[in-house]
């Protein structure tokens, strides 16, 4: 029970954090280039 309600807490935690501060376009654009990268970096 108390994994379950911590859990929670860390859920709601991470939502109001993207409600207080949303991602901008420069974010996403940020995010892409990472995983091109780290796609690009493996040894397929």
Known sequence: ???TVRRARIGAAIAQSYRDL???PEDD???LANAIAMTEA???
Do not use: F, T
């Open 42 to 44: 493996e040894p397929w």
């Open 22 to 24: 949303p991602q901008s």
């Open 29 to 31: 654009e940020l995010a």
């Open 1 to 3: 029970m108390a994994d």
